[in-house]
Structures are given as structure tokens and as C-alpha cells.
Nanobody, 116 residues
């Protein structure tokens, strides 16, 4: 079992920045991938960014060039730096971890609202 604790959501004006953090209760050595998904109002949950322990990173098309995912393996933490935020980025953002045994774990979600 992996517990995930998210922080960093909030409200920001268009063009602003936010950084999300997610700390995992398990050592990064037993984690296959860490990342972020989001669910906008009226839409299904979608991938935002994923960092695999082998070193590969994937971003969703709409966030490429604006969002950056990073990991601190010493702290078992994944971050999502979000710049140049747009109203369409408004969503609940969920931390995601896949264990080395291919089990999926989700954070409780943190609200990000981009509005003028």
C-alpha cells in the first residue's frame, strides 16, 4: 500500500504559475512511475505528465512546454511545475503512482482554478 499526500493547488490568474507536490509513503526504489492526471468539470480523467523510473517522461499535448514534472527520489516526492496557466487547465489534479508490482495508487486530488 502506498499513501500519497498532495499539496500546492489553489487559484491563479491566467498566465500565472503553481507548483504541485506529492509525497509517497513508499521508497522510490519500489515505484515504477510517478505522475499527474487531472479531471476537468464534465470531462474524464486525463494524463498530464508521467515520469517513469527508467528515465522517460511523457506530457499531454496541451501542457507541453508549460508544465514540468520532476522527482526527488530521496524524498519520494514528485512535483508538477505549471507555468503560463490557462483557464482550460482548471481541474482537480491527482497524483498517481505505479508500484514495481504494477499496482496503481491515487492521491486525494487538489483543485487548480485558473480564472481572471
Amino acid at each position: 500500500q502506498v499513501q500519497l499526500v498532495e499539496s500546492g493547488g489553489g487559484s491563479v490568474q491566467p498566465g500565472g504559475s503553481l507548483r504541485l507536490s506529492c509525497a509517497a509513503s513508499r521508497s522510490s526504489s519500489s515505484i515504477r512511475a510517478m505522475g499527474w492526471y487531472r479531471r476537468a468539470p464534465g470531462k474524464t480523467r486525463e494524463l498530464v505528465a508521467l515520469s517513469r523510473s527508467v528515465g522517460t517522461i511523457n506530457y499531454a499535448g496541451p501542457v507541453k512546454g508549460r508544465f514540468t514534472i520532476s522527482r526527488d527520489n530521496d524524498k519520494n516526492t514528485v512535483y508538477l511545475q505549471m507555468n503560463s496557466l490557462k483557464p482550460e487547465d482548471t481541474a482537480v489534479y491527482y497524483c498517481y503512482v505505479q508500484s514495481s508490482r504494477m499496482f496503481d495508487y491515487w492521491g486525494q486530488g487538489t483543485q487548480v482554478t485558473v480564472s481572471s
